[in-house]
């Protein structure tokens, strides 16, 4: 703000000396120019495109000075902000507030971008933690969390949204290529014959042929003695 007035009136001093030297360039007895001459003058400068130009310049040199002076604070004076700032977090009078702005969508939402960076190496690095995965775990094996786990499961809203979300799904082309892919496969594996069931059958059709090769030898046999035993009885009878 400051770089900006001084470019105005640089401007102001810079029209004016102009006007002036034109002034006694043309007459030494001509009136001096007027306050409001000079003022149109100056709108009239202040309106070309140079000067919004330099104004431009000034504004944008200007904040980043501030910037730089923000940055560049001493490691003291960076403290005393923490500090501070710790302070004010901690502090129970602040409490109350600090809840009213939390509560606030946009605030929270900012805050979530704001600190969802470093949320998440947070939680990389307790993951890598040898006691964290150790605690974890033992909350996951917990009586309260099974329970928990399992009303959620058994809710009607949780099923609602199940159903909803298969529903949704099986809406997706690619989705269902993927399903008819999985039952093809499960027909055909269920259809492949499996090693013990060969063994199996092999067991069974030698069983079954060592049983009809033994039921033609009795038969034969027996039917050979029926006729040693008519032959006989005729040679008797003849005598």
Known sequence: MVKRITWLGALIVLTFSLSSCGTQQSSA????????????????????????KALQESASAASGNNGTSL?????????????????TLVAPEYSKVIEKLMTDPRFAGEFAKAVNKQNKQIHKDLLKDPTYQKDLIQVM?????????????QSTQYRKQTMSLMQESMQNPLFRLEILDLLK??????????????????????????E??????????????????GDSGMSDQGG
């Open 212 to 229: 009809g090769e033994g039921g033609g030898e009795g038969e034969g046999g027996g039917e050979g003695e029926g006729g040693g035993e």
């Open 71 to 87: 940055r560049s604070l001493s490691v003291q004076d960076q403290e005393q902000v923490r500090l501070a700032v710790k302070e």
């Open 141 to 153: 094996k917990s009586p309260e969390m099974d329970k928990m786990i399992l009303e959620v499961l």
């Open 185 to 210: 496969k499960a027909v055909q594996e269920e259809l492949k014959p499996k090693p013990d069931e060969k063994v199996t059958k092999q067991k069974e059709g030698g069983d079954k042929s060592g």
């Open 29 to 52: 007895s001509s009136e001096p120019i007027s306050y409001k001459d000079m003022k149109s003058m100056v709108i009239d400068i202040l309106k070309t495109e140079d000067a919004q």
